[in-house]
């Protein structure tokens, strides 16, 4: 490859450099600061400000790169489709109508692209790090989860129309919690938390390998209330990603469970499924909340995604090939020439609607084949083997799993907060499941 070519040159010129400095020794410790900064400030900081940690994460990456001796790339099958929806993006932007807006969102694909390359590169070399990181995004759940459980008890009043009640008993309507992510909404809640439910599981199985029991069930009380919380969003979306989530969790974990904890996990899960059930019998609201989905049109909220579907697949249909453009502004505007009257949109509610829209129907297709190989290879591994590995796998394609079910019906899998939650799941199914992929063994 010629850019390792390049990075060779580059190496031996800054040998001499790499040699001395203490800093460029230790360039590791500052990209793991930067990714658990961006982990940790995800909850609370702005889409820019999180940006920025992204880029810092990058940029010590690349100066790694450049002056670390043998550090290589290597692509793959799975980011050989990687490479191509980038490309394809890449000639969709060009070739938008509306240049300038779409090449700020292509600026933002580029940057979660770069924070996966980054965080794969980082973890190949560190993989002793990963409990860490994985600890960490638990961290984040259980203090959102915490705030949930505040916001739901003094009944925080809603920011938005966050659901229709003109047919709603008053016992019927719920508080949707919002947690402290921004922009406050409890879809993008419900989806952040979906997506790292998965991470709990450490602080469950970690413990039980090391017989720390007690640490174990405080762990298992964290994965409870990580489940409570994504039924307070009131996230309709985030329910169905749920029920695929547990069950994936059910049948990947039971499989690598030695026999001895193959009758406790049975005991949890009937314990679990019983929880579920009587909060679904007794709790009205949530109730209400799981019986609007079947509602259709009847549904306030379900009748404008379907009218925002028909409007976005005349769109799809004008612009098959090579899409409009990435970005949500640029969708916003050519959206305009599309929409019913009245139903004005950001988004498509759907992420692959909106992906074949922004990029052309070729680049759906590399994306999702990106996604699929990798969770193929995962689940594969994930049969053959019993170790440690494959419980960090089964935490990633379970996460991947539910921020793909979710984005059936809705687009805040975009949002930069479940974006690095997304990119970091799917490093760590690349890096536990070859042993090229971005880089060559040394």
Same mark, same amino acid.
């Given at each position: 490859?010629?850019?390792?070519?390049?990075?060779?040159?580059?190496?031996?010129?800054?040998?001499?450099?790499?040699?001395?400095?203490?800093?460029?020794?230790?360039?590791?410790?500052?990209?793991?600061?930067?990714?658990?900064?961006?982990?940790?400030?995800?909850?609370?900081?702005?889409?820019?400000?999180?940006?920025?940690?992204?880029? *810092?994460?990058?940029?010590?990456?690349?100066?790694?790169?450049?002056?670390?001796?043998?550090?290589?790339?290597?692509?793959?099958?799975?980011?050989?489709?990687?490479?191509?929806?980038?490309?394809?993006?890449?000639?969709?932007?060009?070739?938008?109508?509306?240049?300038?807006?779409?090449?700020?969102?292509?600026?933002?694909?580029?940057?979660?692209?770069?924070?996966? *390359?980054?965080?794969?590169?980082?973890?190949?070399?560190?993989?002793?790090?990963?409990?860490?990181?994985? +600890?960490?995004?638990?961290?984040?759940?259980?203090?959102?989860?915490?705030?949930?459980?505040?916001?739901?008890?003094?009944?925080?009043?809603?920011?938005?129309?966050?659901?229709?009640?003109?047919?709603?008993?008053?016992?019927?309507?719920?508080?949707?919690?919002?947690?402290?992510?921004?922009? =406050?909404?409890?879809?993008?809640?419900?989806?952040?938390?979906?997506?790292?439910?998965?991470?709990?599981?450490?602080?469950?199985?970690?413990?039980?390998?090391?017989?720390?029991?007690?640490?174990?069930?405080?762990?298992?009380?964290?994965?409870?209330?990580?489940?409570?919380?994504?039924?307070?969003?009131?996230?309709?979306?985030?329910?169905?990603?749920?029920?695929?989530?547990?069950?994936?969790?059910?049948?990947?974990? =039971?499989?690598?469970?030695?026999?001895?904890?193959?009758?406790?996990?049975?005991?949890?899960?009937?314990?679990?499924?019983?929880?579920? +059930?009587?909060?679904?019998?007794?709790?009205?609201?949530?109730?209400?909340?799981?019986?609007?989905?079947?509602?259709?049109?009847?549904?306030?909220?379900?009748?404008?995604?379907?009218?925002?579907?028909?409007?976005?697949?005349?769109?799809?249909?004008?612009?098959?090939?090579?899409?409009?453009?990435?970005?949500?502004?640029?969708?916003?505007?050519? =959206?305009?020439?599309?929409?019913?009257?009245?139903?004005?949109?950001?988004?498509?509610?759907?992420?692959?609607?909106?992906?074949?829209?922004?990029?052309?129907?070729?680049?759906?297709?590399?994306?999702?084949?990106?996604?699929?190989?990798?969770?193929?290879?995962?689940?594969?591994?994930?049969?053959?083997?019993?170790?440690?590995?494959? *419980?960090?796998?089964?935490?990633?394609?379970?996460?991947?799993?539910?921020?793909? *079910?979710?984005?059936?019906?809705?687009?805040?899998?975009?949002?930069?907060?479940?974006?690095?939650?997304?990119?970091?799941?799917?490093?760590?199914?690349?890096?536990?499941?070859?042993?090229?992929?971005?880089?060559?063994?040394?």
């Amino acid at each position: 490859m010629i850019i390792n070519s390049i990075l060779s040159v580059s190496q031996k010129f800054f040998a001499p450099f790499f040699e001395k400095s203490i800093v460029l020794k230790n360039m590791d410790w500052l990209i793991f600061l930067s990714i658990i900064l961006l982990i940790i400030f995800s909850t609370i900081l702005s889409s820019d400000f999180l940006g920025y940690f992204a880029i *810092i994460t990058i940029i010590l990456t690349f100066v790694k790169l450049l002056v670390k001796p043998k550090e290589r790339f290597a692509l793959t099958k799975s980011e050989l489709f990687l490479l191509i929806y980038f490309m394809l993006v890449f000639i969709s932007v060009a070739g938008s109508s509306l240049f300038l807006l779409s090449f700020k969102g292509f600026c933002k694909t580029l940057i979660y692209i770069g924070f996966y *390359i980054s965080f794969v590169h980082y973890l190949k070399d560190n993989k002793g790090k990963l409990k860490y990181i994985l +600890l960490a995004l638990a961290l984040c759940v259980i203090g959102e989860s915490i705030v949930a459980l505040k916001q739901n008890f003094l009944s925080v009043s809603e920011i938005a129309g966050w659901q229709d009640m003109s047919r709603l008993n008053p016992e019927e309507v719920m508080t949707r919690v919002y947690g402290t992510l921004k922009p =406050y909404n409890p879809n993008l809640f419900g989806g952040y938390i979906l997506s790292l439910l998965p991470t709990t599981l450490v602080l469950v199985i970690l413990p039980i390998l090391n017989k720390h029991y007690r640490t174990s069930f405080c762990g298992f009380i964290c994965f409870i209330l990580a489940i409570l919380t994504v039924f307070m969003t009131g996230c309709r979306g985030a329910y169905i990603g749920l029920f695929v989530e547990l069950l994936l969790l059910a049948l990947l974990t =039971y499989k690598f469970l030695k026999p001895v904890y193959k009758k406790i996990f049975i005991f949890f899960s009937s314990i679990m499924s019983f929880l579920m +059930l009587l909060i679904f019998l007794l709790k009205a609201s949530i109730r209400a909340r799981i019986f609007s989905i079947f509602a259709m049109r009847n549904d306030s909220s379900n009748s404008f995604r379907f009218n925002v579907y028909n409007s976005c697949l005349e769109m799809f249909k004008d612009n098959w090939l090579l899409g409009i453009g990435v970005g949500n502004q640029n969708f916003r505007e050519i =959206y305009g020439l599309y929409m019913r009257t009245g139903f004005d949109a950001l988004s498509a509610y759907n992420i692959y609607l909106e992906i074949a829209i922004e990029s052309g129907i070729f680049s759906l297709f590399a994306f999702l084949s990106f996604i699929i190989l990798n969770i193929v290879k995962a689940i594969n591994y994930i049969r053959k083997r019993n170790n440690i590995n494959s *419980i960090y796998l089964t935490i990633a394609v379970v996460s991947v799993s539910g921020m793909l *079910i979710h984005g059936i019906v809705d687009t805040v899998f975009f949002r930069p907060q479940l974006q690095f939650v997304f990119w970091t799941m799917i490093g760590i199914i690349r890096v536990l499941t070859t042993s090229g992929g971005i880089y060559a063994k040394r």
